[in-house]
Nanobody, 118 residues
């Protein structure tokens, strides 16, 4: 069974940092675009960042550019999200996503909570 297991969430003060990890198993990790999404109650899930299978291209939401960095280690089947200069508005449940378009396959993790508060 395919698994995406997020870790690294928690509570942090504004200006602090967290590093999220998403460990993948039972699929061809390097063939998938990996993404981090986030969602707060009552709002739609939004894309935070994504990275191509080879790791040579990344994309970020405007709200996190310059503060967050997505990376991946295909040898470890893991994708990371380094989050610096955290703001209260970054508070959300963060989800890991794996997407392959041909053939179409998509997987989601269970989420990890990030809370930024003083």
């Amino acid at each position: 069974q395919v698994q995406l297991v997020e870790s690294g969430g928690g509570s942090v003060q504004p200006g602090g940092s967290l590093r999220l990890s998403c460990a993948a198993s039972r699929f061809s990790f390097s063939r998938y675009v990996m993404s981090w999404y986030r969602q707060v109650p009552g709002k739609e899930r939004e894309l935070v960042a994504d990275i191509t299978g080879t790791g040579d291209s990344t994309n970020y939401a405007d709200s996190v550019k310059g503060r967050f960095t997505i990376s991946r280690d295909n040898a470890k089947n893991t994708v990371y999200l380094q989050m610096n200069s955290l703001k209260p508005e970054d508070t959300a449940m963060y989800y890991c996503n794996a997407l392959r378009r041909i053939p179409l396959n998509e997987y989601w993790g269970q989420g990890t909570q990030v809370t930024v508060s003083s």
